[in-house]
């Protein structure tokens, strides 16, 4: 249940944006790591959301499992080395039960991000979700969380104005790049198929400036350049013979730079202005060297500048961020009656039944001895009356179990079940064997 998910985590807050390349997986390595981390901790699901800001793990664990701190384990994972002595729990923050599902709400809300009420952020945890669910790593317990945490996005979203106005990081990077191409006017490319490139080509293309799409496929890179009547050219070739370009966007997965001191040089060396280029690096790990561009007086800006900035207009926000707080809150409490639901829904159901049974058997007999010569259209109504009753007081105990499982003690469910007739007490407790083979198989 509730209590049996988990997320750890690192963000742009401990030591920067920049720092977190170091916990990033690699792309092709990613799936097959996730998968034995998995298997090596018994975790029956596992999510991980990496974006510019922030590296997270979301898992539920089996109920039999043992809660305890996975950190120095995530932290091996992510880092391919062990942590020293405290250096896990230093580095990584951790959440457990709710406290897990708030600190998902809260990333999907844009509430956590570096530029409050982000909205690329939406889209990068529903693409978590996607992957964990392709990789087979994700059941019932992710399912609900994810798709509850996209549903107080949307909320937030629609009932706010917190996502109004510039709070991308991707706005925040195209204004830098407009107050360049004001100075110096000529084309920019864009570097990267990614949902920040798109959000900047849309912009940038709105105002006029033209663009070249780079990237490592030239098939998709040509793809997005057709949508924004832009060039474009594969990143081998870009770094080889530069198109003309007064600045560059680059917001890719690589792990290494994709633009060394020579590349560098070759962009530099044709900017239609003479100027140097203005390079803006949304990528971590950076795709611009950091120091060859200080080493040939190329301006930078990188993922921290970025994020500083949008922390100058956080305040900016704080109204709207209050409002949205108080519908994550909302969400909340309601989520653990979900999990329950979707949990103990065959207990519930099978008392239901046995109550509905239990009436329908006392009025075949009653019909049968004691009022067998009523009509057709009283005997229907007496069965209609039974069921409904039946159903008003199989609501009673539901209702108390409700309170047992929110609010009892460990073992409460238990005593109650074993105060029954035995066999109506195996019923419930195959129902809730039901219960749990479809949250273990995610159906």
């Given at each position: 249940?509730?209590?049996?998910?988990?997320?750890?985590?690192?963000?742009?807050?401990?030591?920067?944006?920049?720092?977190?390349?170091?916990?990033?997986?690699?792309?092709?390595?990613?799936?097959?790591?996730?998968?034995?981390?998995?298997?090596?901790?018994?975790?029956?699901?596992?999510?991980?959301?990496?974006?510019?800001?922030?590296?997270?793990?979301?898992?539920?664990?089996?109920?039999?499992?043992?809660?305890?701190?996975?950190?120095?384990?995530?932290?091996?994972?992510?880092?391919?080395?062990?942590?020293?002595?405290?250096?896990?729990?230093?580095?990584?923050?951790?959440?457990?039960?709710?406290?897990?599902?708030?600190?998902?709400?809260?990333?999907?809300?844009?509430?956590d991000s570096a530029c409050v009420g982000e909205t690329e952020i939406v889209a990068q945890v529903r693409a978590c979700h996607e992957q964990s669910s392709q990789l087979g790593l994700s059941g019932a317990a992710l399912d609900l969380l994810f798709k509850e945490a996209q549903r107080i996005a949307a909320r937030v979203r629609g009932e706010t104005g917190l996502g109004a106005g510039r709070v991308s990081l991707a706005e925040i990077a195209v204004e830098r790049l407009r107050e360049r191409v004001a100075r110096t006017q000529g084309t920019v490319a864009l570097v990267g198929v990614s949902p920040m490139t798109e959000r900047?080509?849309?912009?940038?293309?709105?105002?006029?400036?033209?663009?070249?799409?780079?990237?490592?496929?030239?098939?998709?890179?040509?793809?997005?350049?057709?949508?924004?009547?832009?060039?474009?050219?594969?990143?081998?070739?870009?770094?080889?013979?530069?198109?003309?370009?007064?600045?560059?966007?680059?917001?890719?997965?690589?792990?290494?730079?994709?633009?060394?001191?020579?590349?560098?040089?070759?962009?530099?060396?044709?900017?239609?202005?003479?100027?140097?280029?203005?390079?803006?690096?949304?990528?971590?790990?950076?795709?611009?060297?950091?120091?060859?561009?200080?080493?040939?007086?190329?301006?930078?800006?990188?993922?921290?500048?970025?994020?500083?900035?949008?922390?100058?207009?956080?305040?900016?926000?704080?109204?709207?961020?209050?409002?949205?707080?108080?519908?994550?809150?909302?969400?909340?409490?309601?989520?653990?009656?979900?999990?329950?639901?979707?949990?103990?829904?065959?207990?519930?159901?099978?008392?239901?039944?046995?109550?509905?049974?239990?009436?329908?058997?006392?009025?075949?007999?009653?019909?049968?001895?004691?009022?067998?010569?009523?009509?057709?259209?009283?005997?229907?109504?007496?069965?209609?009356?039974?069921?409904?009753?039946?159903?008003?007081?199989?609501?009673?105990?539901?209702?108390?179990?409700?309170?047992?499982?929110?609010?009892?003690?460990?073992?409460?469910?238990?005593?109650?079940?074993?105060?029954?007739?035995?066999?109506?007490?195996?019923?419930?407790?195959?129902?809730?064997?039901?219960?749990?083979?479809?949250?273990?198989?995610?159906?």
């Open positions: 249940m509730l209590e049996q998910l988990g997320m750890i985590g690192v963000s742009w807050r401990q030591g920067g944006v920049e720092a977190l390349a170091e916990f990033a997986l690699p792309d092709d390595e990613a799936a097959e790591r996730l998968g034995e981390f998995a298997d090596e901790l018994d975790l029956d699901e596992l999510a991980y959301l990496s974006t510019c800001n922030r590296v997270e793990l979301i898992f539920a664990r089996d109920e039999d499992t043992r809660v305890t701190d996975i950190r120095p384990q995530a932290f091996e994972l992510l880092v391919r080395r062990k942590p020293k002595p405290g250096e896990a729990a230093r580095r990584l923050r951790a959440w457990q039960g709710e406290g897990a599902a708030e600190h998902l709400f809260l990333i999907a809300a844009g509430l900047a080509a849309s912009s940038l293309r709105s105002a006029g400036i033209p663009l070249v799409v780079v990237n490592r496929t030239a098939g998709k890179a040509k793809t997005l350049a057709d949508r924004f009547g832009a060039a474009f050219q594969s990143l081998e070739s870009f770094r080889r013979e530069p198109a003309p370009v007064e600045a560059l966007l680059s917001a890719t997965a690589a792990p290494a730079p994709l633009f060394g001191q020579a590349a560098l040089e070759r962009i530099a060396a044709r900017t239609p202005s003479g100027q140097p280029p203005l390079i803006v690096d949304m990528a971590v790990p950076p795709d611009a060297d950091p120091a060859a561009c200080r080493k040939l007086a190329i301006p930078r800006i990188g993922m921290d500048e970025i994020v500083a900035h949008a922390e100058r207009n956080r305040a900016a926000r704080l109204v709207e961020a209050a409002q949205a707080r108080e519908q994550v809150d909302q969400a909340l409490a309601t989520l653990k009656d979900r999990f329950a639901e979707r949990y103990y829904g065959p207990l519930f159901g099978a008392l239901q039944k046995r109550y509905r049974n239990t009436a329908q058997e006392g009025v075949r007999r009653l019909l049968k001895k004691e009022l067998k010569g009523l009509g057709d259209r009283e005997r229907i109504a007496i069965e209609l009356w039974s069921e409904v009753l039946a159903r008003r007081f199989a609501h009673i105990p539901c209702l108390g179990l409700r309170g047992l499982l929110h609010a009892g003690p460990e073992g409460s469910l238990e005593a109650f079940l074993s105060g029954l007739e035995p066999e109506f007490a195996d019923e419930l407790r195959a129902a809730l064997d039901t219960g749990a083979a479809r949250r273990a198989s995610g159906s």
